[in-house]
């Protein structure tokens, strides 16, 4: 019998403006174990903004995490309540946003150089949840960049009781380098996640950073409890579809990318009918065919038709036309 793998061990990085609920669900059509989070949520987004609009969301998307951004232990306890009753899975801490605008509101990658601030909050967000709640940080930031500096904070946060992290194997450079830049300009190191995994072997040390592919989940999975997926989840989403045969164990086969979008359509037809526009859904699927012949044709159509008034799913089958009746590759197992 093959035994259940918890669902950080692959999971879907937040990533503001992409991983929001349409993308979810989409992500749901391609794996059913992987761990997916939100995008970053503020605590005053949610306390004062729409709160369905920023916790809502499909009961299909489960396993799922809410990543909230903030510092005020207060307003991260009644966030954490909020997420509870909403039913999420996981509520984690973003402390490794580089923006500007993020580290003005004192949240983010910032935090690492406060770690007594994450332990108030860590222990705040404990107190109003059985749920688990995750940290996720860099390695370091700007000249707090030392392996001393980076365990200290881990210590600190552990002991208001965290028990995973999930450590993007980058520092960030909060003046000078742009997110974007932050994302590229400092050099991986999962050498120092690799140490601290070793010198934190009781906790759950989820690596971020540069994984592009499956097989190389597989590879960091030798020595990391968790790996999680970025960027390349969201531009080349099928990257995810044999992440439940190959990460999870589960004798399934993988979905091709035709199978994918046709179960996404029910979802996307409820949508239109709320009144949603085509484009805020299918946006999410540009990458899905990325390489394949049609691939051209098929974001094409849904970029340039699927945001005017009244577009519908007859878009997204024309958009289909080149995939119909073609045999896609098996994926080997990896």
């Given at each position: 019998m093959i035994r259940a793998l918890p669902p950080y061990t692959l999971s879907v990085a937040p990533m503001m403006d992409w991983t929001d609920r349409h993308c979810r669900v989409f992500h749901r059509t391609l794996t059913k174990q992987t761990l997916l989070y939100t995008e970053m949520v503020t605590t005053g987004a949610i306390l004062h903004g729409d709160r369905e609009r920023h916790l809502g969301f499909s009961d299909v998307e489960h396993p799922l995490a809410l990543q909230l951004g903030g510092s005020d232990a207060a307003a991260l306890?009644?966030?954490?309540?909020?997420?509870?009753?909403?039913?999420?899975?996981?509520?984690?801490?973003?402390?490794?946003?580089?923006?500007?605008?993020?580290?003005?509101?004192?949240?983010?990658?910032?935090?690492?150089?406060?770690p007594d601030v994450v332990a108030r909050a860590v222990e705040a967000m404990k107190a109003a949840t059985s749920l688990p709640v995750t940290v996720k940080h860099r390695i370091g930031i700007d000249d707090l960049d030392s392996y001393e500096h980076l365990t200290h904070f881990i210590r600190t946060v552990e002991a208001a009781g965290c028990e995973t992290f999930i450590v993007h194997a980058r520092k960030a450079w909060l003046s000078g380098l742009s997110p974007k830049e932050n994302r590229e300009i400092p050099p991986l190191r999962y050498d120092v996640v690799e140490r601290v995994k070793a010198d934190f072997p009781h906790l759950t040390i989820v690596l971020n950073g540069g994984i592009q592919t499956v097989e190389q989940a597989q590879e960091a999975l030798t020595w990391a409890d968790g790996v999680m997926i970025g960027r390349a989840a969201y531009q080349e989403p099928f990257v995810l579809s044999a992440a439940d045969r190959d990460i999870f164990g589960e004798n399934v086969p993988p979905v091709s990318r035709l199978e994918a979008i046709e179960a996404f359509l029910?979802?996307?037809?409820?949508?239109?009918?709320?009144?949603?526009?085509?484009?805020?859904?299918?946006?999410?699927?540009?990458?899905?065919?990325?390489?394949?012949?049609?691939?051209?044709?098929?974001?094409?159509?849904?970029?340039?038709?699927?945001?005017?008034?009244?577009a519908g799913l007859e878009v997204v089958q024309e958009a289909l036309e080149p995939?119909?009746?073609?045999?896609?590759?098996v994926l080997a197992e990896g």
């Open positions: 306890a009644e966030c954490t309540r909020m997420a509870t009753d909403y039913g999420y899975d996981e509520v984690n801490l973003n402390c490794g946003c580089p923006s500007d605008r993020v580290s003005s509101g004192h949240f983010g990658a910032c935090l690492m150089g406060t029910p979802y996307v037809a409820e949508q239109l009918a709320a009144g949603q526009p085509l484009n805020r859904m299918m946006k999410h699927t540009l990458g899905l065919f990325a390489g394949q012949p049609g691939a051209r044709h098929f974001k094409r159509t849904l970029s340039e038709q699927g945001h005017k008034p009244g995939f119909r009746g073609v045999q896609e590759p």
